[in-house]
């Protein structure tokens, strides 16, 4: 009878549609937590650019003087739309990194469940806004995983590609260290513009500017803590001004600089994934202490590049003035943010930064795309819709000894959460 029932069992597992559908970023496992299911809405996604006038050039000046230009961003915009749940997209993205010879740029694909240019769903309107940060360098697909999931859940999802800080576009590290925090609140700014009624543009009233969440990864993190209230030491606005010819321009972002505006009162929540600046002193005591927005941070336990004692649980432990949380993967390093790594990175000849700017050594991707998802939209819930999520938040630290809520059974290992 066993001989007859294998033959049986191989058959509807080659046959059935849930089994043979392709996974793609942000589906969920067998051992996702409860909310990293995604929501009632289907997704559209549209690309723009928005244009930041008579801005600085950091990458050109020389000479200690510093041109100015009008500064491109492209933008991704994710929303609720009137389109099919099922539906998926192919993003197009580049794997290498310019202008480093020894890692050519590669264009390669990847799907997403979104419909391109999708009308949207302005029944429950307006919406949330949340505003995304890649690392440097990045892309703007670098979470679709998690832009995606958010739209299906009733927000506007808006991934920044970083001008001189992407993948395809690595420009000088001080060009990135000026903009991150100009370009997240500009992109805040143009949400808002384009949602208002009569702007002309496929958002107006879709979403609320006013009740915004920033998601940072890496210099991405750097970026919102900024925008949240923690404005960077006066010792590295010297530092940064070494390094510009002199330029004081970084001075825009320091604690107890008149220009620096602190906090954006838009922003009601921070989530801040592996964020760099602690090692190398971006951060002081007063600086820390000014971070007022509730802020979620995720670290892995061996970051090698942002560091932990003394990088993200530092920061983490110095921002006494604001709720915050400390979500620590267990024995992983810095890429705790990302989509899991394309088969293409798999290719026998490729740099191996190509596998190692998506995958962990320890942790299986996927699996903590999951977890990123249930805690996230946990966290944002709470501050941004009034939801009350406490049960899936206060759980005690240590996951290994404990029960966590929304976790399956012997599923919430090699995790701990500080609040």
């Known amino acids: 009878m066993q001989k007859r029932f294998l033959?049986?069992?191989?058959?509807?597992?080659?046959?059935?549609?849930?089994?043979?559908?392709?996974?793609?970023?942000?589906?969920?496992?067998?051992d996702a937590p409860a909310l990293s299911e995604r929501g009632e809405h289907a997704v559209g996604v549209r690309s723009l650019t928005i244009t930041n006038p008579d801005q600085l050039n950091i990458a050109a000046f020389k000479e200690g003087e510093i041109p100015t230009y009008d500064r491109p961003l492209k933008i991704e915009v994710w929303y609720p739309a009137e389109a099919d749940a099922a539906a998926t997209l192919s993003y197009n993205e580049t794997m290498g990194q310019f202008p480093d010879t020894t890692r050519p740029l590669i264009p390669f694909t990847f799907l997403g469940r979104a419909t391109r240019d999708a009308k949207p769903k302005a029944g429950k309107a307006p919406y949330p806004l949340v505003v995304v940060s890649h690392g440097y360098t990045g892309s703007r697909f670098l979470m679709t995983y998690l832009t995606e999931n958010l739209a299906s859940k009733g927000y506007v999802v808006v991934s920044i590609a970083h001008t001189e800080s992407t993948f395809d576009n690595?420009?000088?590290?001080?060009?990135?260290?000026?903009?991150?925090?100009?370009?997240?609140?500009?992109?805040?700014?143009?949400?808002?513009?384009?949602?208002?009624?009569?702007?002309?543009?496929?958002?107006?009233?879709?979403?609320?500017?006013?009740?915004?969440?920033?998601?940072?990864?890496?210099?991405?993190?750097?970026?919102?803590?900024?925008?949240?209230?923690?404005?960077?030491?006066?010792?590295?606005?010297?530092?940064?001004?070494?390094r510009t010819g002199g330029s004081t321009a970084i001075n825009r972002h320091l604690i107890g600089n008149e220009a620096y505006p602190g906090a954006d009162p838009r922003v009601k929540a921070v989530v801040a994934f592996a964020p760099w600046g602690k090692k190398a002193r971006v951060w002081d005591d007063e600086g820390l202490k000014n971070l007022s927005v509730p802020t979620f941070f995720i670290a892995g336990?061996?970051?090698?590049?942002?560091g932990?004692?003394?990088?993200?649980?530092?920061?983490?432990?110095?921002?006494?003035?604001?709720?915050?949380?400390?979500?620590?993967?267990?024995?992983?390093r810095h890429n705790v943010a990302p989509n899991p790594p394309p088969p293409e990175a798999l290719a026998p000849g490729l740099h191996i930064d190509e596998y190692l700017r998506y995958g962990d050594s320890v942790w299986d991707t996927r699996r903590m795309n999951n977890i990123n998802q249930h805690f996230i939209t946990a966290f944002l819930g709470s501050k941004l819709k009034d939801q009350d999520n406490a049960k899936y938040l206060e759980l005690p630290e240590d996951a290994n000894t404990n029960k966590w809520e929304g976790f399956k059974p012997r599923t919430a290992v090699g995790l701990t959460l500080m609040r």
């Open 301 to 306: 336990s061996e970051d090698d590049i942002s």
């Open 308 to 332: 932990y004692e003394d990088g993200i649980k530092a920061i983490f432990d110095g921002a006494t003035n604001t709720e915050r949380y400390l979500l620590t993967y267990e024995g992983a």
């Open 7 to 30: 033959p049986l069992l191989f058959l509807f597992l080659c046959l059935h549609p849930a089994l043979r559908a392709q996974f793609v970023y942000g589906d969920v496992l067998p």
């Open 170 to 242: 690595a420009g000088p590290f001080t060009s990135t260290l000026y903009f991150r925090p100009i370009d997240i609140r500009f992109a805040i700014d143009e949400m808002g513009r384009m949602s208002k009624s009569g702007s002309g543009s496929f958002l107006s009233g879709l979403t609320d500017a006013n009740n915004t969440a920033i998601i940072g990864y890496s210099m991405g993190g750097y970026g919102v803590l900024n925008v949240g209230g923690a404005g960077y030491s006066p010792g590295f606005g010297g530092f940064v001004s070494g």
